[in-house]
């Protein structure tokens, strides 16, 4: 059975591009396998590359037969990955930093700078595990979870070295919220596990009891909010959570976060310019949204992988 090897540096937002693409290109959890790179620093990772086959693939736990395919995200996994180019397809998900030549593929977001070459592919956003027509099956289900009328799906992040999102922040959309309740929408929040505790309590504080945000019990409601959504309002401190958001076709609204957006304003200015999202000003209002994907790298990597494999 053909496999397929992740490496990453175990932090879940880079597993999710790997795995988003290994999934999208047609492997199934029974087919894939995982490895944790240690976080090391750029000179320990480094030595991968010179490191002698036996022992680099004892550390992996790598027998034959080799994997047909290996997809690397972050520093410390791309060094390791590199030097396994000589028995399997190697991907790099996001820019490694050094040699593309050490990679049969290295796949960018626009937002990265990096010209299209031979080995390169740019895509508009970020590989992710939405799967559209997943989503769509469960919408039914989802909406009668929330409680119907035009429900506006709200994905709340957290600070990062980019965006600051603290009380004050927070009680500024939180007021925003307030704001889409009183004009009829269905507000249903959720947040992501860098978002500090003090900032919802803000949050929820300022939005009132009209706006819906999960209180972090159970399951995180992420999906059923993806399905439900007429509408879907995101803050603009994670590049995976708009290209998973503008995947499906529906109006996607960013909540600008204060900050030195850096490469990120690059990625959010280019999303707004092809359609892909709109920035908030208090509003939501139905609009023909371009979808995003990332069906170029998916491309490919299916041609890299069959022109080694014949």
């Known amino acids: 059975m053909k496999r397929v090897l992740i490496l990453t540096d175990g932090k879940q937002g880079l597993r999710n591009q790997a795995l988003g693409l290994a999934e999208a290109v047609g492997f199934t959890a029974d087919t894939i396998d995982e490895r944790v790179v240690e976080r090391s620093g750029w000179l320990r990772a480094l030595v991968s590359l010179v490191r002698p086959d036996k022992k680099l693939f004892e550390?992996?736990?790598?027998?034959?037969?080799?994997?047909?395919?290996?997809?690397?995200?972050?520093?410390?996994?791309?060094?390791?990955?590199?030097?396994?180019?000589?028995?399997s397809t190697v991907v790099a998900v996001q820019n490694p930093g050094f040699g593309y030549d050490r990679f049969d593929l290295v796949v960018?977001?626009?937002?990265?700078?990096?010209?299209?070459?031979?080995?390169?592919?740019v895509i508009d956003g970020a590989c992710h595990r939405v799967v559209p027509d997943k989503i769509a099956l469960l919408r039914d289900a989802a909406r009668a979870r929330f409680g119907g009328g035009k429900i506006a799906s709200v994905l709340i992040g957290g600070p990062n070295k980019r965006f600051r999102f603290d009380e004050s922040v927070a009680r500024d959309l939180g007021a925003q919220l307030r704001g889409l309740a009183e004009a009829?929408?269905?507000?249903?929040?959720?947040?992501?596990?860098?978002?500090?505790?003090?900032?919802?309590?803000?949050?929820?504080?300022?939005?009132?009891p009209d706006v819906w945000l999960w209180d972090g019990t159970g399951e995180n409601p992420y999906?059923?909010?993806?399905a439900a959504a007429d509408a879907l309002l995101v803050t603009s401190d994670s590049i995976s959570m708009v290209s998973e958001a503008a995947s499906l076709g529906r109006p996607v609204y960013l909540a600008r976060l204060p900050g030195n957006p850096g490469k990120y304003g690059a990625f959010l200015d280019h999303v707004v310019a092809r359609g892909s999202a709109r920035w908030f000003d208090g509003t939501l209002d139905d609009y023909a949204q371009v979808k995003l994907d990332f069906a170029p790298a998916i491309w490919a990597v299916q041609a890299k992988v069959k022109k080694r494999t014949g």
């Open 184 to 208: 009829g929408w269905n507000v249903r929040a959720t947040a992501s596990r860098r978002t500090p505790i003090a900032t919802l309590r803000a949050l929820q504080d300022a939005a009132g």
């Open 108 to 121: 960018v977001g626009v937002h990265d700078g990096v010209a299209p070459r031979s080995n390169v592919v």
């Open 59 to 87: 550390e992996l736990k790598l027998t034959l037969p080799w994997p047909e395919l290996i997809i690397a995200a972050g520093h410390a996994a791309f060094p390791v990955a590199a030097r396994l180019q000589r028995v």
């Open 223 to 226: 999906f059923d909010l993806l």
